[in-house]
T-cell receptor
Framework: EAQVTQNPRYLITVTGKKLTVTCSQN?????MSWYRQDPGLGLRQIYY???????DKGDVPEGYKVSRKEKRNFPLILESPSPNQTSLYFC???????????FGSGTRLTVV | KNEVEQSPQNLTAQEGEFITINCSYS?????LHWLQQHPGGGIVSLFM???GKKKHGRLIATINIQEKHSSLHITASHPRDSAVYIC????????????FGGGTRLMVKP
């Protein structure tokens, strides 16, 4: 089954403790991206990647890092999480970014 | 940067009604996407449009490039259509970055 797999689904952590949210797709898509969704602000793009070793900032990249060492994986790294990064996060992939997107199930992150 | 406006923000309909959700954007786009987010939070891509019209089952999406406007129509609405519908645009000159509308929360009552 074609899918984007995000882990974990839920995470509660403390301020400053580094964490990684994993994202993996099995569709051989070049394009992958990360979004956060907040009440009243909607969805906003954090980072995207056009292909292996090619990443670029979205609207709200501050406080996040990404890497794209393999085509299938695009982890989101929070080196020093803060409470304002409490949010619902989605990973997505698309064939070259030119076609429809497949979204992961989401990760609900709480930073206390 | 593109600005994306959706209307209405909230919509309540009776089962069987014809529903229209609108999306306007401010600058030229490479493509427009309609997404559906269910109460559980998952997001599904419904359509990607760069011109004209697309239909899938009871859902129809149209786009008018000159007027910078798109509509999502649901015919014969059903309670299972209750969800948040989100418009997103990929802007020319901004690579593959998507800008999202605020969403339309639809509730269809039996």
């Amino acid at each position: 089954e074609a899918q984007v797999t995000q882990n974990p689904r839920y995470l509660i952590t403390v301020t400053g403790k580094k964490l990684t949210v994993t994202c993996s797709q099995n569709m051989n898509h070049e394009y992958m991206s990360w979004y956060r969704q907040d009440p009243g602000l909607g969805l906003r793009q954090i980072y995207y990647s056009m292909n292996v070793e090619v990443t670029d900032k979205g609207d709200v990249p501050e406080g996040y890092k990404v890497s794209r060492k393999e085509k299938r994986n695009f982890p989101l790294i929070l080196e020093s999480p803060s409470p304002n990064q409490t949010s619902l996060y989605f990973c997505a992939s698309s064939f070259q970014g030119l076609y429809g997107y497949t979204f992961g199930s989401g990760t609900r992150l709480t930073v206390v | 940067k593109n600005e994306v406006e959706q209307s209405p923000q909230n919509l309540t309909a009776q089962e069987g009604e014809f529903i229209t959700i609108n999306c306007s954007y401010s600058v030229g786009i490479s493509a427009l996407h309609w997404l559906q987010q269910h109460p559980g939070g998952g997001i599904v891509s419904l359509f990607m449009l760069s011109s004209g019209k697309k239909k899938h089952g009871r859902l129809i999406a149209t786009i008018n490039i000159q007027e910078k406007h798109s509509s999502l129509h649901i015919t014969a609405s059903h309670p299972r259509d209750s969800a948040v519908y989100i418009c997103a645009v990929g802007s020319i000159g901004w690579g593959n970055m998507l800008t999202f509308g605020g969403g339309t929360r639809l509730m269809v009552k039996p």
